[in-house]
């Protein structure tokens, strides 16, 4: 148990619709990051977000976007929707330690 | 560019020792973790290395070398709970902030 928790844990979305998924981080947690994992690859990196502002990004479209609220809470929003964006969501706190706790994830899938 | 290459499957037998190789070209590097991921769920955290060296945690140890851009994980005395994927990630200071760059992942399959 790493005190992170997702949800929805699954989801079936068709192409072009929007998608919310969410996260809430352990208590203290101010970073958190949200990764896409395909099938057989390793999490890419998407976004990191410190105390509410985004904190670094990596090579996703904007129609990636984020927030998180002070409650330690995010959630990452996909617009859009593409066959391509079928994947497993994770979202990684992390306080001042160096360790990131990742939650269960969120399997989207894109039809 | 960024790059991390780790073998894609690796077989072994239960009591084994099994040794997975990483290296990584990256830049703004902050440390190397190693996760292990079961089917279907989250990473977990098994190590994190930031200074070249051993280092050594029950049945696992990792190292790593800075300047050849090498890191390996041990896993001793195997058990069949040990088949999963395991992921070299190197953390890269960015502009604002830290970001975990995935290999692919090794699948390793432990039999009896």
């Known amino acids: 148990e790493t005190g992170v928790t997702q949800s929805p844990t699954h989801l079936i979305k068709t192409r072009g619709q929007q998608v919310t998924l969410r996260c809430s981080s352990q208590?203290?947690?101010?970073?958190v990051s949200w990764y896409q994992q395909a099938l057989g690859q390793g999490p890419q990196f998407i976004f990191q977000?410190?105390?509410?502002?985004?904190?670094g990004r990596g090579n996703f479209p904007p129609r990636f976007s984020g927030l998180q609220f002070p409650n330690y809470s995010s959630e990452l929003n996909v617009n859009a929707l593409e066959l391509d964006d079928s994947a497993l969501y994770l979202c990684?706190?992390?306080?001042?330690?160096?360790?990131?706790?990742f939650g269960p994830g969120t399997r989207l899938t894109v039809t | 560019g960024q790059n991390i290459d780790q073998p894609t499957e690796m077989t072994a037998t239960e009591g084994a020792i099994v040794q997975i190789n990483c290296t990584y070209q990256?830049?703004?590097?902050?440390?190397l973790f190693w996760y292990q991921q079961h089917a279907g769920e989250a990473p977990t955290f098994l190590s994190y290395?930031?200074?070249?060296g051993l280092e050594e945690k029950g049945r696992f140890s990792s190292f790593l070398s800075r300047s050849k851009g090498y890191s390996y994980l041990l896993l001793k005395e195997l058990q069949m709970k040990d088949s999963a994927s395991y992921l070299c990630?190197?953390?890269?200071?960015?502009?604002?902030?830290?970001?975990?760059?995935f290999g692919k992942g090794t699948t390793l399959s432990v039999s009896s």
């Open positions: 990684a706190s992390r306080g001042s330690s160096y360790e990131q706790y």
């Open positions: 208590s203290g947690h101010n970073t």
């Open positions: 977000y410190y105390r509410e502002e985004e904190n």
């Open positions: 990256t830049s703004g590097f902050n440390g």
């Open positions: 290395n930031v200074l070249d």
């Open positions: 990630a190197v953390a890269t200071l960015r502009k604002a902030g830290t970001a975990l760059i």
